[in-house]
């Protein structure tokens, strides 16, 4: 089973129906408008009431309005230059290290030297890209090496690598399973939902991202929840959901392996673009997909985890 932290809604009075029937959500605020008045048909509300829907918000998820929820690890991998080897001091002035690099958002998990490759594992915080993070490691430890009497100068490659709980064949299949295992009553809505969940079958997450100063595999696993636990049951709305969600994964650099837009929430794997962080990125998909459909629909709220090929337990069995 897929581990992760998928924030639940509070039930809420309200008139739209659930797919599977048993409860009702309420609207979100700006859908819900207005108490609407008296009016003498559906066209008058939609004319009334348009601004309601065709008003893109603005910014309105940001960093500092958000309470994510995230399980993030990034793995580096640093070799000497050509000619040279690390001492044998090298993990333990890593450890020492730690308290520098928990400044900056990076918390030591696991280290492991040789003399020619020493490897760190780190939990981190939403606002840390891949760049930053594997500049920051490089240096801090470079200098701490110098300061303690063994100068070491590393090479310009680096392996950087996103890692969690679950590997990549268990994430895609969860986000393939989503509709199965809703519930849904109606046969023929189940077919309508198929249509919102995309497997590209291309290995797009196993392979690395190459830059001049390394091999990046960067996989992360968004969820996003609508407001309320609302469910948006209105295939038009979520057909533009799924269209622009694919749109904007392709005009901020990252490639989507797998989507799934369900009436309450949002599934996604993606490989990111190796200077944008987890935050950037759900930033980038809540306001983007609100904008879409013309309101703030989603929770304050974002599920953002790294996986990769293989999960923490092939660093060490201990790690969960």
């Known amino acids: 089973m897929l581990n992760l932290f998928l924030p639940r809604g509070k039930p809420a009075g309200g008139t739209q129906p659930q797919a599977r029937g048993g409860g009702t959500r309420s609207l979100p605020a700006c859908w819900q408008g207005r108490?609407?008045?008296?009016?003498?048909?559906?066209?008058?509300?939609?004319?009334?009431?348009?601004?309601?829907?065709?008003?893109?918000?603005?910014?309105?998820?940001?960093?500092?309005?958000?309470?994510?929820?995230?399980?993030?690890?990034?793995?580096?991998?640093?070799?000497?230059?050509?000619?040279?080897?690390?001492?044998?001091?090298?993990?333990?002035?890593?450890?020492?290290t730690a308290?520098?690099?928990?400044?900056?958002?990076?918390?030591?998990?696991?280290?492991?030297?040789?003399?020619?490759?020493?490897?760190?594992?780190f939990g981190v915080v939403p606002r840390i890209n891949p760049l930053v993070f594997c500049a920051r490691v490089k240096g801090r430890l470079q200098y701490s090496l110098k300061k303690s009497g063994f100068p070491v100068k590393f090479s310009r490659k680096v392996s950087f690598r996103g890692i969690g709980k679950n590997t990549a064949a268990?994430?895609?299949?969860?986000?393939?399973?989503?509709?199965?295992k809703e519930g849904f009553l109606d046969p023929r809505y189940v077919e309508i939902m198929r249509r919102f969940t995309i497997i590209n079958n291309r290995n797009l997450l196993s392979e690395p991202s190459e830059t001049l100063s390394g091999r990046y595999w960067y996989n992360i696993h968004l969820v996003l929840v609508v407001?309320?636990?609302?469910?948006?049951?209105?295939p038009v709305r979520l057909e533009r959901i799924r269209d622009e969600a694919l749109s904007l994964a392709g005009k901020n650099?990252?490639?989507?392996?797998?989507?799934?837009?369900?009436?309450?929430?949002?599934?996604m794997a993606?490989?990111?673009?190796?200077?944008?962080?987890?935050?950037?990125?759900?930033?980038?998909?809540?306001?983007?997909?609100?904008?879409?459909?013309?309101?703030?629909?989603?929770?304050?709220?974002y599920y953002t985890g790294t996986f990769s090929e293989y999960d923490l337990r092939a660093i060490n069995p201990a790690l969960r």
Not at 64 to 83: C, F, K, Q, V
Not at 108 to 117: G, N, Q, R, S
Not at 253 to 267: K, N, T, W
Request: proline share 6%; hydrophobic share 35%; net charge neutral.
């Open 35 to 96: 108490k609407i008045k008296a009016v003498n048909s559906t066209d008058d509300i939609k004319k009334k009431y348009s601004f309601l829907f065709t008003t893109p918000p603005r910014q309105q998820y940001t960093g500092r309005n958000i309470n994510p929820a995230y399980y993030l690890h990034y793995d580096w991998t640093g070799w000497p230059s050509e000619g040279t080897v690390l001492p044998p001091q090298t993990a333990e002035t890593a450890r020492q």
């Open 99 to 121: 308290k520098l690099w928990e400044g900056d958002g990076f918390r030591l998990l696991e280290v492991k030297a040789e003399t020619d490759k020493v490897q760190i594992l």
């Open 170 to 180: 268990t994430v895609r299949e969860y986000i393939r399973k989503q509709v199965g």
């Open 227 to 234: 407001a309320e636990r609302y469910r948006i049951t209105d």
């Open 253 to 267: 650099g990252h490639r989507i392996a797998a989507l799934s837009v369900m009436p309450d929430h949002l599934h």
């Open 270 to 301: 993606l490989r990111g673009k190796v200077d944008s962080s987890p935050e950037e990125i759900a930033l980038e998909f809540q306001n983007g997909l609100a904008r879409a459909v013309g309101c703030p629909v989603w929770q304050d709220e």
